[in-house]
């Protein structure tokens, strides 16, 4: 259905027509009428929606119900806009409510002929659809058609399979290699090995590989393989198990089994044949969860070394086993590039190589494939068909990918694509749908999303969880189907994820078939008829909209533009104020000055103005009761007027200077007096400290982030005092006024820990004397940034059993000459910067040390006189960086003897770059290759772009807070 989740304002309107029945008369029981009328239409459009694919007439009844659904939620907001306020008490206060009910009579009659206009249309579509089920029959018609619809779909994906097989995957060796020596470990106990990824990544054809293996071959007696479904049945799963099995054994199935109807019998029978025989059992295309709990008590577990495969699109499927049986999960990533390429000439040219002409046009028609091999193989087949001389045509399968007649073999695999959205929740369907809206391009950042979310009412209340949280759950849960995978999962910068381009594309048509969102991107294409979610990608086309078209929109999203946002451009656009209007997220457009019109959008709950050129807030921003989230990260803001105070629900309010600063400061604003007015406050970033406020922050009870920049060295026994009352705080980030300011952070001990206990990211930049007792006692902290503290004392010594610390940052942090990063230390640490150490001469690593230890950032060290002896025992090192070290450090690196002890102790990092002033990043001589012009790929190019001042430090710090 994609409609909002009404429920808070189902409560709110409960209470208000009690309030005001005497005044509103007829229009109460209208009111009631609709909205029971609603809950309806909801539960109607949860159960039918995904079903009406192969039914047209079930697709119109599902499209008109959703329009209507869609108008009553706006005259509800409508009522709403109206009848909720507050009067006031005493004699003043009921003659502003009787002068308001009369104010109201025509808006109240206005209201009342759109609900009389929507109960006909209700009328009507009931009579069609005889009350939208009585012809299609009972939802468990609807259910058993869907149901063979959906498996005549997997049938079509089992095919598909074929055009991988056919094509010769290529990248397919290692985790072949992988999986067999989980098979064949030499373990007699009982394992699941479980294969998730994707759509189209090719789970079946490696498993298929491995089973067909002559190694493996050799090692069991008994190979069966089973493909399950979304609606599989036990009983007949069983009974497929069975043949298979008599089938091994060479022997007919007796004709009892056929008979048989339970279960429980079923199990017994599978027991008994597999009873010490030592079997392989694939289980492909597995989609519950539950799959495993079902089946398991018909397997022998014994001790022959018995093994299971499932393959499954849904991690949940693969984590199912665990801590029960001996398990493995392989994830499934897509192609490198060089594979995908190989694939592709395979496909295309028979193994040829790619013509020069067509080159730069089969490289841009491979990068929407993203890996995905089945994408790769089935585009190859078509342009296989076109040759080689007709480049138009190849342009116009690059410029059209994704579109209608693009041949059949791509259109199946959309529609397997298209399946792991059908077998979605139907919660997860609409929060999907939303991450449409973004640019094919554009990385989808979790905290912007997730907000999206919550403003929309997309995110469903749950007992004793924020919303957040169960945003955040909502996002694991499509990561975890493959739906939505993280761009770059060891990147230092807030989690971003992508969406498959051809899955962007199903995601896309079915969010254009619901009218959930509008995308405007270049062309003048038909809009519908009501607009609800508009997402602006070319400015251009925006400003030759009509104004009028804005009436319905639920979210309006401009994303970043080249082309400045004139303020009367925005002003016409909202002219006629938005009814429902709840989300405005300008991010990035250019705006100067923020129109008057933007204030009277009264239902807004989300406005993100950051990375926008906006100075001032005026003062009408009080008007904005409902807002939840203000965001003017990146903007010339210095202060916020008072009256933002009389926005009582906003939960989060982040400010930070666009204005580059030296030495990674970074500056926020001055906030009002009385700031513990906002009681509501989750997140409150970055605020200029004074002795008021550090006073008041006490009261932010609900706080869960919080960062506080010039703080003074008087203000420490004040801040802790105010610390100790925050018990929900997670993110801290504390920065002193200027470079040599201290932090007296003296108090910061054992009595802060019930406060502070659940800190996760803690942020102190500025000189300290010591390391604050409480740290070493945080035991949820998993990033520190210790940043210009200048210790005398070594860090290492009180941080080194921090037990779930991930990052790690010490900037100009300690001044002594020696540290040693001991046995046992650091357990779970990812990522490691060391930078500024302008007395640092030498650095140890004993064995045993950051077992975990990922990435490497050394910089600025010119007093290094060796490299870090003992890395070779940072046996899970993959990155390390290395900027401005000393002369006897690069000298070391540059050594191209590979039979030297200092090669070899560096053998084993897979990626070693170092920083040249006139080359740029080179890789280390190991690669026997450098790059003269810069990075050498986006990865590298991304270090670049966030590594090149200590600013983006900082910042990374203040990103990771924000997320």
């Not at 009921?94 to 009328?123: D, G, V």
């Not at 470079?739 to 800190?759: A, F």
């Not at 290094?864 to 890395?871: A, C, D, K, N, T």
Request: proline share 3%.
């Amino acid at each position: 259905m994609s409609v909002g989740d009404f429920s808070a304002v189902l409560e709110k309107l409960s209470t208000l027509i009690v309030a005001e029945a005497n005044l509103l008369g007829g229009l109460q029981q209208k009111i009631q009428g609709i909205i029971d009328e609603l809950d309806h239409m909801k539960a109607f459009l949860m159960f039918a929606e995904g079903r009406e694919e192969e039914d047209p007439m079930l697709r119109v009844c599902i499209s008109q119900v959703r329009e209507v659904a869609y108008d009553i939620e706006d005259v509800v907001a409508d009522f709403l806009r109206c009848f909720d306020r507050h009067y006031g008490y005493g004699f003043f206060g009921h003659a502003r409510k009787i002068f308001n009910s009369i104010k109201n009579l025509y808006p109240s009659h206005q209201i009342a002929e759109e609900i009389q206009a929507i109960k006909s249309r209700i009328t009507n579509i009931s009579a069609t659809h005889r009350r939208y089920q009585s012809e299609y029959g009972t939802f468990n018609q609807l259910l058993a058609s869907s149901s063979s619809s959906v498996n005549d779909s997997l049938q079509d994906y089992r095919n598909l399979a074929g055009l991988v097989d056919e094509a010769k995957l290529v990248g397919i060796d290692r985790p072949k290699q992988q999986l067999i020596s989980q098979l064949l470990d030499g373990d007699s106990q009982f394992k699941v090995v479980s294969v998730v990824g994707m759509g189209g990544i090719g789970k079946t054809t490696l498993v298929r590989k491995v089973q067909e293996d002559a190694h493996v071959k050799k090692e069991f007696q008994i190979f069966t393989w089973v493909t399950a479904s979304q609606t599989w049945d036990l009983k007949e799963l069983l009974r497929v198990v069975i043949k298979q099995l008599y089938k091994q054994i060479k022997k007919s199935v007796p004709e009892e089994v056929a008979s048989i109807t339970n279960a429980s019998e079923l199990h017994e029978h599978v027991t008994r044949l597999l009873q010490n025989k030592r079997y392989l059992m694939v289980f492909d295309d597995v989609w519950d969860p539950n799959f495993w709990h079902f089946l398991k008590f018909a397997l022998s577990e014994g001790n022959c070394g018995n093994r299971v495969i499932i393959t499954t699109r849904n991690a949940g499927v693969g984590n199912a086993t665990n801590g029960e049986f001996q398990s493995y999960v392989h994830t499934m990533e897509p192609l490198s590039f060089e594979d995908s390429w190989t694939l592709f000439c395979k496909k295309v040219f028979r193994g040829n190589s790619c013509p020069v002409h067509l080159k730069s046009t089969a490289e841009g028609i491979l990068k929407k494939s993203r890996g995905l091999p089945l994408a790769i193989a089935a585009i190859g087949g078509l342009l296989g068909s076109k040759g080689t001389s007709k480049i138009d045509e190849w342009k116009l399968v690059e410029r059209g990918l994704g579109g209608e007649d693009l041949g059949g073999e791509l259109e199946l695999v959309k529609k397997s694509l298209f399946l792991s959205y059908q077998g979605l929740p139907y919660h997860l369907k609409t929060c999907l749908l939303y991450a449409s809206i973004f640019p094919e391009d554009k990385k989808i950042i979790e905290r912007r999303l997730i907000r999206f979310w919550i403003a929309e009412g997309l995110v469903q209340e749950k007992a004793k969880m924020t919303k957040h949280e169960i945003a955040r759950a909502y996002l694991k849960e499509l990561s975890s189907r493959s739906l939505i995978q993280v761009t770059h999962p060891h990147d230092p910068s807030p989690r971003e994820y992508h969406i498959h381009d051809l899955l962007r594309e199903v995601i896309c048509s079915k969010s254009t078939a619901q009218n959930f969102a509008t995308i405007v991107a270049g062309d003048r294409s038909s809009l519908p008829n009501k607009l609800r979610r508009l997402a602006v990608h070319d400015l251009r086309t925006f400003g030759m909209m009509p104004g009028n078209c804005f009436k319905y929109l639920r979210s309006l999203v401009i994303f970043d533009s080249k082309e400045p946002l004139p303020k009367h451009l925005l002003s016409r656009m909202l002219c006629n104020g938005s009814r429902i209007l709840k989300v405005l997220d300008l991010e990035g457009t250019q705006l100067e000055e923020i129109p008057e019109e933007v204030f009277r959008l009264v239902n807004l709950k989300f406005l993100n103005l950051s990375k926008t050129r906006v100075k001032v807030i005026p003062k009408s921003i009080g008007s904005l009761k409902n807002l939840m989230y203000l965001d003017l990260r990146k903007t010339y803001v210095t202060e916020l007027p008072k009256e933002i105070l009389k926005i009582e629900g906003l939960i989060h309010l982040m400010v930070s200077s666009a204005m580059a600063l030296p030495f990674g400061v970074v500056t926020g604003f001055k906030g009002p007096k009385n700031i513990a007015r906002l009681r509501s406050l989750e997140f409150l970033y970055q605020i200029e400290a004074n002795e008021v406020l550090i006073r008041e922050i006490r009261e932010l009870k609900q706080l869960k982030g919080l960062g506080i920049y010039g703080l003074r060295r008087a203000d420490g026994k004040q801040l802790c005092s105010s610390l100790g009352n925050l018990f929900n705080l997670e993110d801290l980030y504390l920065q002193a006024l200027g470079d040599h300011e201290v932090l007296d952070l003296e108090v910061m001990n054992i009595s802060l820990y019930p406060s502070l206990r659940n800190l996760q990211l803690l942020s102190v930049r500025g000189c300290l004397q010591k390391v604050p007792q409480i740290i070493p006692l945080l035991h949820e902290l998993t990033v520190l940034d210790l940043g210009r503290s200048g210790l005398m004392e070594n860090p290492l010594e009180s941080l080194q059993y921090l037990p779930n610390l991930e990052s790690l940052i010490l900037n100009e942090a300690f001044r002594g000459e020696s540290l040693c990063f001991k046995a046992g230390s650091f357990p779970k640490l990812e990522k490691l910067w060391l930078w500024r150490m302008h007395n640092l001469k030498w650095m140890n690593v004993e064995e045993g040390a950051m077992p975990n230890l990922g990435q490497l950032n050394m910089r600025c060290l010119r007093v290094l006189e060796e490299f870090p002896w003992g890395i070779q025992h940072l046996i899970r090192l993959q990155v390390l960086y290395l900027d401005d070290l000393s002369d006897k450090v690069i000298a070391q690196m540059q050594d191209h003897d590979v039979e030297s002890q200092g090669y070899q102790n560096i053998s084993h990092i897979s990626k070693i770059l170092i920083w040249d002033e006139q080359d740029g990043w080179c890789r280390h001589p190991q690669y026997w290759k450098t790059r003269k012009a810069g990075p050498q790929n986006e990865d590298e190019k991304r270090w670049l772009d966030w590594g090149a001042s200590t600013s983006h430090l900082s910042e990374y710090i203040l990103k990771l807070s924000l997320s």
